[in-house]
């Protein structure tokens, strides 16, 4: 074998312009696969692997899942992680556009543009977005207008009533969570369980503690437990209740019966004293971090005192918020001030999980608790709602709403094309080809909603002509309305992430002019399809060492 052999033997190498055709093909499909699911009247994509079956309509989650071989393809789909890890919504509008700019690209290409020209326009059109979007954007007055953002984000999954429901729910969840203008989402617990209906969910001043997946446990003792207390009073220990130095057992030789006897007499002494502080406090539950003895905790049963232990250390926190209660190391230091409140500490049995539901009136920790009749359309309501919540954080960063429903795109191409004409060079046919590029964003809600797409965008233009800013397509009636009337909204800051992540993509994506395929490059992308939640979240919404945001059950 000669050396040109063996170089080819571990590389293909596809170059210039093959190169850049195969690129904006594989961007181009899977914008053209994800157009469908867009805007309210989306269809879902049903995600099949490894036994598991996800149903979902959102960019993101697909393709997390999705097996993407075309590196091309893989910097569109990172388009759609960045822009939900972002912001939690407008991954599904990023992969779209960011597919019709390279659509448009191909074209210029075709007629003899250089890809860096291209470029060039793409990110000037970029640039003049940006300064729009402000222009566009609407007062911030009228009504709730956290509840219109969120119920433009959750589009598409639910009927009316369900739709308004949860966006109250996420409304109210991300108000608890807000405190003289700081969001701290980690007040915020969500829970999704199975079963029942969607509008069953509710938001609980509390925490909720799922017995089965965390491992908070409630041990057995012989001396039955109540299931609901009212006015508990709440103590937090955040180490072990065993004996409370192990030294003074090893004191002991052992050796004789005797020495037993005292040593477990001195045990017995210590667990009265634990037993004598917790009843000195009237403390009638007790939150443990690690482990409690057995006697200990048949010993405490007897006084009547429900002793749930291996509480995680964020779930210590979330008591703390929930009840008041300051964990202390070692029961010795328990004092009146350490002591939280609950108004109930109940214990529930939900979608055949057990539950421990703490609530308190002045607790500053909230709890979602989402009901929906199967486990698919639990997770997909939990993805959705944590998403919402996590966009109303960025509404708030910097307010200021533009119309939805394809209203703003719309807005956004015709300026474009004013602008473009007095852009210099050939810049200026990229700039118009970028307003070419996000009217598909309303044609793709139009063909979505049953409308001709292309009379629906002339019928667009034409009244955006006439000073009608506001038109867009109404995703319920299928027909074109005053969307802002409809309380069809979006953050402004959503769609200029939308527009910037689309052109990073889009840019990155022309810039190759040659693909060479390492020794190394088959198999694996190394994403792990099954895993839900993987893209990580504005604002705190960290994953635990689960890796599920917020969930403290998992
Ligand atoms: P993304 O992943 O980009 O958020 P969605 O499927 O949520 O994708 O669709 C978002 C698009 O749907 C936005 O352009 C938004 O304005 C539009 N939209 C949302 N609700 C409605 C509605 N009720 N009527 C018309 N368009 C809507
Ligand atoms: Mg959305």
Same mark, same amino acid.
């Given at each position: 074998?000669?050396?040109?052999?063996?170089?080819?033997?571990?590389?293909?190498?596809?170059?210039?312009?093959?190169?850049?055709?195969?690129?904006?093909?594989?961007? !181009?499909?899977?914008?053209?696969?994800?157009?469908?699911?867009?805007? #309210?009247?989306?269809?879902?994509?049903?995600?099949?692997?490894?036994?598991?079956?996800?149903?979902? =309509?959102?960019?993101?989650?697909?393709?997390?899942?999705?097996?993407?071989?075309?590196?091309?393809?893989?910097?569109?789909?990172?388009?759609?992680?960045?822009?939900?890890?972002?912001?939690?919504?407008?991954?599904?509008?990023?992969?779209?556009?960011?597919?019709?700019?390279? /659509?448009?690209?191909?074209?210029?290409?075709?007629?003899?543009?250089?890809?860096?020209?291209?470029?060039?326009?793409?990110?000037?059109?970029?640039?003049?977005?940006?300064?729009?979007?402000?222009?566009?954007?609407? #007062?911030?007055?009228?009504?709730? #207008?956290?509840?219109?953002?969120?119920?433009?984000?959750?589009?598409?999954?639910?009927?009316?009533?369900?739709?308004?429901?949860?966006?109250?729910?996420?409304?109210?969840?991300?108000?608890?969570?807000?405190?003289?203008?700081?969001?701290?989402?980690?007040?915020?617990?969500?829970?999704?369980?199975?079963?029942?209906?969607? !509008?069953?969910?509710?938001?609980?001043?509390?925490?909720?503690?799922?017995?089965?997946?965390?491992?908070?446990?409630?041990?057995?003792?012989?001396?039955?437990?109540?299931?609901?207390?009212?006015?508990?009073?709440?103590?937090?220990?955040?180490?072990?209740?065993?004996? &409370?130095?192990?030294?003074?057992?090893?004191?002991?030789?052992?050796?004789?019966?005797?020495?037993?006897?005292?040593? &477990?007499?001195?045990?017995?002494?210590?667990? *009265?004293?634990?037993?004598? !502080?917790?009843?000195?406090?009237?403390?009638?539950?007790?939150?443990? &971090?690690?482990?409690?003895?057995?006697?200990?905790?048949?010993?405490?049963?007897?006084?009547?005192?429900?002793?749930?232990?291996?509480?995680? &250390?964020?779930?210590?926190?979330?008591?703390?918020?929930?009840?008041?209660?300051?964990?202390?190391?070692?029961?010795?230091?328990?004092?009146?001030?350490?002591?939280?409140?609950?108004?109930?500490?109940? *214990?529930?049995?939900?979608?055949?999980?057990?539950?421990?539901?703490?609530?308190?009136?002045?607790?500053?920790?909230?709890?979602?608790?989402?009901?929906?009749?199967?486990?698919?359309?639990?997770?997909?309501?939990?993805?959705?709602?944590?998403?919402?919540?996590?966009?109303?954080?960025?509404?708030?960063?910097?307010?200021?709403?533009?119309?939805?429903?394809?209203?703003?795109?719309?807005?956004?191409?015709?300026?474009?094309?004013?602008?473009?004409?007095?852009?210099?060079? *050939?810049?200026?046919?990229?700039?118009?080809?970028?307003? /070419?590029?996000?009217?598909?964003? #309303?044609?793709?809600?139009?063909? =979505?909603?049953?409308?001709?797409?292309?009379?629906?965008?002339?019928?667009?233009?034409?009244?955006?002509?006439?000073?009608?800013?506001?038109?867009?397509?109404?995703?319920?009636?299928?027909?074109?309305?005053?969307?802002?009337?409809?309380?069809?909204?979006?953050?402004?800051?959503?769609?200029? *992430?939308?527009?910037?992540?689309?052109?990073?993509?889009?840019?990155?994506?022309?810039?190759?002019?040659?693909?060479?395929?390492?020794?190394?490059?088959?198999?694996?992308?190394?994403?792990?399809?099954?895993?839900?939640?993987?893209?990580?979240?504005?604002?705190?919404?960290?994953?635990?060492?689960?890796?599920?945001?917020?969930?403290?059950?998992?």
């Amino acid at each position: 074998m000669n050396g040109t052999d063996a170089i080819a033997n571990v590389t293909r190498r596809t170059e210039g312009r093959t190169a850049g055709e195969l690129n904006v093909a594989a961007g !181009t499909a899977l914008a053209e696969m994800l157009r469908t699911t867009l805007g #309210p009247n989306g269809r879902d994509k049903m995600l099949v692997g490894d036994g598991t079956v996800v149903l979902t =309509n959102d960019g993101a989650s697909i393709v997390d899942r999705m097996d993407i071989e075309s590196p091309a393809a893989k910097l569109v789909a990172d388009v759609a992680r960045a822009q939900s890890g972002e912001l939690g919504d407008g991954s599904t509008s990023a992969i779209v556009l960011a597919g019709a700019l390279l /659509d448009e690209a191909e074209s210029l290409l075709d007629d003899g543009f250089h890809p860096t020209t291209v470029v060039e326009g793409y990110h000037e059109a970029a640039r003049r977005v940006h300064e729009t979007l402000d222009a566009v954007a609407l #007062p911030s007055d009228g009504d709730d #207008p956290l509840r219109n953002v969120v119920a433009t984000a959750i589009t598409g999954r639910w009927d009316d009533e369900r739709t308004a429901f949860l966006a109250d729910l996420a409304v109210r969840a991300y108000r608890a969570a807000r405190d003289d203008g700081d969001v701290h989402l980690e007040n915020v617990t969500i829970h999704g369980v199975a079963g029942g209906e969607t !509008t069953d969910s509710e938001l609980l001043d509390g925490l909720v503690v799922d017995i089965d997946a965390s491992s908070t446990s409630l041990s057995e003792v012989p001396t039955p437990v109540p299931r609901r207390l009212r006015d508990a009073r709440v103590a937090v220990v955040d180490d072990q209740l065993t004996i &409370q130095s192990p030294d003074a057992v090893s004191r002991y030789s052992l050796e004789s019966v005797d020495d037993l006897r005292r040593a &477990q007499e001195h045990e017995s002494a210590e667990y *009265r004293r634990y037993a004598e !502080t917790l009843d000195a406090h009237d403390v009638n539950v007790l939150f443990c &971090q690690k482990s409690v003895d057995d006697r200990l905790r048949a010993l405490l049963a007897r006084e009547g005192i429900i002793v749930f232990e291996r509480t995680r &250390q964020d779930e210590v926190h979330k008591l703390e918020r929930a009840t008041g209660a300051r964990a202390v190391m070692r029961l010795d230091a328990l004092d009146e001030e350490a002591v939280g409140h609950a108004d109930e500490v109940e *214990r529930v049995d939900l979608g055949g999980g057990s539950f421990v539901v703490v609530r308190d009136a002045s607790s500053t920790q909230v709890s979602v608790l989402l009901r929906a009749g199967t486990a698919h359309v639990v997770d997909e309501t939990e993805r959705i709602v944590t998403d919402a919540i996590a966009l109303l954080e960025t509404f708030d960063d910097r307010s200021g709403l533009v119309p939805g429903g394809g209203a703003t795109e719309v807005a956004l191409a015709s300026d474009l094309r004013d602008y473009g004409r007095g852009v210099a060079g *050939r810049e200026a046919l990229a700039v118009e080809s970028f307003a /070419d590029a996000l009217e598909t964003i #309303p044609v793709a809600l139009a063909r =979505n909603a049953g409308l001709d797409p292309i009379d629906t965008l002339l019928e667009l233009r034409r009244r955006h002509a006439e000073g009608e800013g506001r038109v867009g397509i109404d995703g319920d009636a299928g027909d074109l309305v005053d969307v802002v009337d409809r309380g069809v909204v979006e953050p402004t800051r959503l769609k200029e *992430r939308v527009v910037a992540n689309a052109t990073d993509a889009a840019a990155l994506v022309l810039r190759i002019d040659g693909v060479i395929e390492t020794a190394g490059s088959a198999g694996g992308d190394g994403h792990d399809h099954d895993h839900d939640h993987d893209h990580g979240h504005a604002g705190g919404l960290q994953s635990d060492p689960g890796g599920y945001p917020w969930a403290i059950g998992h």
